[in-house]
Nanobody, 124 residues
Framework: QVQLMESGGGSVQAGGSLRLSCAAF??????ITWFRQAPGKEREGVAG????????SYADSVKGRFTISQGNAENMVYLQMNNLKPEDTATYYC???????????????????WGQGTQVTVSS
């Protein structure tokens, strides 16, 4: 059984930074992607990374501010979030896929395994 666990959320002021962590237990995903969902809004793909780290994808809204990376520990992925804005406020989820090829990393339909989420709140 696969379990995903997020950590690292919190409250910061605009311009601040947070680092989210996603740990996958059970099996080694081929892709791990971060999504977020704010109240009243649709879920949005934020950033995804392949197991090798050679393939990444970012939403336009976070390019240049967020960085996704593989951790040194197996099955650990980080999302470094810098220059946070109030519009980044949301619950952040990590999702995992085990298929050999995921055409669009930021498409939620490609993921069957999800974590419980961690809250990120950015105040102005």
């Amino acid at each position: 059984q696969v379990q995903l666990m997020e950590s690292g959320g919190g409250s910061v002021q605009a311009g601040g930074s947070l680092r989210l962590s996603c740990a996958a237990f059970g099996y080694s995903p081929t892709i791990i992607t971060w999504f977020r969902q704010a109240p009243g809004k649709e879920r949005e793909g934020v950033a995804g990374i392949s197991r090798s780290g050679s393939r990444t994808s970012y939403a336009d809204s976070v390019k240049g501010r967020f960085t996704i990376s593989q951790g040194n520990a197996e099955n650990m992925v980080y999302l470094q979030m810098n220059n946070l804005k109030p519009e980044d406020t949301a619950t952040y989820y990590c999702a995992a896929s085990f298929v050999a090829w995921v055409p669009m990393l930021l498409d939620a339909n490609n993921y069957d395994y999800w974590g419980q989420g961690t809250q990120v709140t950015v105040s102005s």
